[in-house]
């Protein structure tokens, strides 16, 4: 038993190592997994998929770059189907920590990849402090909130902004959120205004939408890295001319599998060391 | 006086919106709701502003004295300095040209991968302390265990390779379980928020005056 309490003082820069080895090793040779597609990531795709050609689709991006490796995938595979649909895509961010460029970066970079046009086709309101006084106002009129976007343009002079008055000419809001903003955009912006909403976040924060979600209150989550590279493989699946584009997520599943099995592996082994001194601490 | 005033505008300003939901009349409509929901995005500004001119403050106090770390205090307030003149004075997002304005370029180059490394970092403390403090001690230890195992292994795509009933397992934790769990969190939050907003809204808990 000397062996299993040695092996429960194990220097932890083992295992960080074995970590490590874990996160490099799926990167350097891809395993592919095969991704199944769960009911809530399921539900977003489809209503997204029910808005016509022309419809706004509200995206407020509520995070910022600690969250981007399991949000910015969210949001590329909402905007490529945004984008390949001609769904307009009002961009906006309620996140003071680095919500705006987080939107500036997807909103540009997915535009240049499809061929979306801003201001037509696309548009990024920018951010705005004050998280539900700017929701609830947003209700009466966006250009009260965003008078002009985030290059200081006024909100009149965008030809997309025209037909975008207030949440009446929204089809569906989505809110990639990391912090309580999530959860104000269904209780306060659903549970108000009766705009559907579907909230992306990160997989730690998904477990307590499945209640708003079984409420109908929100109409699905995409739950993490899992839940993004779920929604990638609903659009690759559906547009099979947008597969050949980059899946970080689905990418990142091989790391995470295995990065899971690691520490699934040590909380198995560390309680079986455990027992076994603990058995022998009883018998003696 | 210095009490009365704050408690009098409090109370006022917390019945408003709760009289403009209540009654659906133009006037009542334009004054208590629209205006109050301008007014408060426009306190919520300055909010920011107070919170900003608070730390500048600690830190330049700890710089001063050359207290513990002040090091760290003095790279925040370079950092916040320096981040806040970029903002204000040169511009957000691409320019013409396609080159980046100070501001993005100093945020997606230092400040994203800084932020993402902290944030890559917990996997590795997880693991460790996973390994070290996750121990079957009782009942309750050995349920959260049983749990943990399976969401983690139905969460990725390893669970259907190992077993299709796998990640039908976990998406009914989380539907059922999980979600009966969330129901009473979320309702027992909001009845503590309802029921600490009456307390601020009758003057009985007063934040704002700096005690309850």
Redesign the interface.
């Given at each position: 038993m000397k062996l299993a309490r040695k092996l429960?003082l194990?220097d932890?820069r083992i295992?960080?190592l074995?970590?490590?080895a874990g996160?490099v090793i799926p990167i350097l040779f891809p395993i592919g997994?095969?991704?199944?597609v769960?009911?809530p990531v399921r539900a977003v795709f489809q209503r997204v998929e029910a808005l016509r050609p022309g419809q706004t689709l509200l995206l407020s991006f509520d995070y910022?770059?600690?969250?981007?490796?399991e949000l910015d995938p969210m949001a590329d595979a909402i905007l490529r189907h945004c984008h390949k649909r001609g769904v307009k895509v009002v961009g906006l961010s309620l996140f003071?920590l680095?919500g705006?460029?987080m939107a500036?970066?997807r909103l540009?970079q997915l535009a240049t990849e499809l061929g979306a046009r801003d201001g037509e086709d696309w548009v990024n309101l920018g951010y705005?402090?004050?998280?539900?006084?700017?929701m609830?106002?947003m209700g009466?009129n966006l250009a009260?909130?965003f008078p002009v976007d985030?290059?200081g343009v006024p909100v009149g002079e965008i030809p997309l902004m025209r037909a975008v008055r207030n949440y009446n000419d929204v089809g569906l809001a989505v809110s990639l959120a990391t912090s309580v903003l999530g959860e104000w955009w269904i209780n306060l912006v659903n549970a108000q205004f009766g705009v559907d909403v579907a909230v992306g976040t990160t997989?730690v924060s998904?477990?307590?939408y499945?209640?708003f979600m079984?409420a109908k209150q929100a109409v699905g989550v995409i739950?993490?890295m899992?839940g993004a590279?779920e929604y990638e493989e609903l659009v690759a699946e559906a547009y099979p001319d947008l597969a050949g584009l980059s899946r970080t997520a689905t990418v990142g599943?091989?790391v995470?599998?295995i990065?899971?099995?690691?520490?699934?592996f040590?909380?198995?082994?560390?309680?079986a060391m455990?027992?076994a001194t603990r058995r022998t601490r009883q018998e003696a | 006086m210095k009490k009365q005033v704050p408690i009098l505008l409090a109370v006022v300003a917390s019945l408003c919106p709760v009289v403009g939901f209540l009654l659906p009349q133009p006037w009542v409509d334009e004054w208590m709701n629209r205006r109050l929901d301008e007014w408060m995005v426009i306190i919520a500004s300055f909010a920011l502003v107070l919170g900003v001119v608070s730390v500048v403050q600690v830190n330049l106090h700890k710089v001063r004295r050359r207290s513990r770390g002040w090091g760290f205090s003095l790279a925040l307030l370079l950092s916040l300095g320096i981040m806040s003149a970029f903002g204000l004075f040169g511009g957000q997002g691409e320019r013409a040209d396609g080159s980046l304005h100070p501001f993005t370029w100093v945020f997606q180059f230092a400040f994203s991968p800084l932020q993402a490394t902290m944030f890559s970092l917990l996997a590795f403390y997880v693991a460790s302390a996973s390994y070290r403090a996750f121990r079957v001690r009782n009942v309750e230890a050995s349920l959260l265990l049983v749990g943990a195992v399976l969401i983690m292994i139905g969460r990725i795509p390893l669970g259907q390779a190992i077993h299709p009933l796998v990640p039908q397992i976990a998406e009914w934790i989380m539907q059922f379980p999980n979600t009966a769990a969330q129901r009473g969190i979320i309702i027992g939050a909001a009845l503590g928020a309802a029921a600490m907003s009456i307390r601020v809204m009758v003057g009985i808990e007063r934040p704002y005056l700096g005690k309850s």
């Amino acid at each position: 038993m000397k062996l299993a309490r040695k092996l429960l003082l194990i220097d932890r820069r083992i295992i960080f190592l074995l970590v490590l080895a874990g996160a490099v090793i799926p990167i350097l040779f891809p395993i592919g997994l095969a991704v199944q597609v769960s009911p809530p990531v399921r539900a977003v795709f489809q209503r997204v998929e029910a808005l016509r050609p022309g419809q706004t689709l509200l995206l407020s991006f509520d995070y910022g770059p600690s969250d981007g490796p399991e949000l910015d995938p969210m949001a590329d595979a909402i905007l490529r189907h945004c984008h390949k649909r001609g769904v307009k895509v009002v961009g906006l961010s309620l996140f003071p920590l680095g919500g705006v460029d987080m939107a500036f970066a997807r909103l540009r970079q997915l535009a240049t990849e499809l061929g979306a046009r801003d201001g037509e086709d696309w548009v990024n309101l920018g951010y705005k402090d004050g998280g539900q006084a700017a929701m609830k106002a947003m209700g009466d009129n966006l250009a009260l909130v965003f008078p002009v976007d985030a290059n200081g343009v006024p909100v009149g002079e965008i030809p997309l902004m025209r037909a975008v008055r207030n949440y009446n000419d929204v089809g569906l809001a989505v809110s990639l959120a990391t912090s309580v903003l999530g959860e104000w955009w269904i209780n306060l912006v659903n549970a108000q205004f009766g705009v559907d909403v579907a909230v992306g976040t990160t997989a730690v924060s998904a477990p307590k939408y499945y209640a708003f979600m079984e409420a109908k209150q929100a109409v699905g989550v995409i739950g993490g890295m899992k839940g993004a590279s779920e929604y990638e493989e609903l659009v690759a699946e559906a547009y099979p001319d947008l597969a050949g584009l980059s899946r970080t997520a689905t990418v990142g599943m091989d790391v995470q599998s295995i990065v899971h099995l690691v520490i699934l592996f040590f909380i198995l082994f560390g309680n079986a060391m455990f027992l076994a001194t603990r058995r022998t601490r009883q018998e003696a | 006086m210095k009490k009365q005033v704050p408690i009098l505008l409090a109370v006022v300003a917390s019945l408003c919106p709760v009289v403009g939901f209540l009654l659906p009349q133009p006037w009542v409509d334009e004054w208590m709701n629209r205006r109050l929901d301008e007014w408060m995005v426009i306190i919520a500004s300055f909010a920011l502003v107070l919170g900003v001119v608070s730390v500048v403050q600690v830190n330049l106090h700890k710089v001063r004295r050359r207290s513990r770390g002040w090091g760290f205090s003095l790279a925040l307030l370079l950092s916040l300095g320096i981040m806040s003149a970029f903002g204000l004075f040169g511009g957000q997002g691409e320019r013409a040209d396609g080159s980046l304005h100070p501001f993005t370029w100093v945020f997606q180059f230092a400040f994203s991968p800084l932020q993402a490394t902290m944030f890559s970092l917990l996997a590795f403390y997880v693991a460790s302390a996973s390994y070290r403090a996750f121990r079957v001690r009782n009942v309750e230890a050995s349920l959260l265990l049983v749990g943990a195992v399976l969401i983690m292994i139905g969460r990725i795509p390893l669970g259907q390779a190992i077993h299709p009933l796998v990640p039908q397992i976990a998406e009914w934790i989380m539907q059922f379980p999980n979600t009966a769990a969330q129901r009473g969190i979320i309702i027992g939050a909001a009845l503590g928020a309802a029921a600490m907003s009456i307390r601020v809204m009758v003057g009985i808990e007063r934040p704002y005056l700096g005690k309850s």
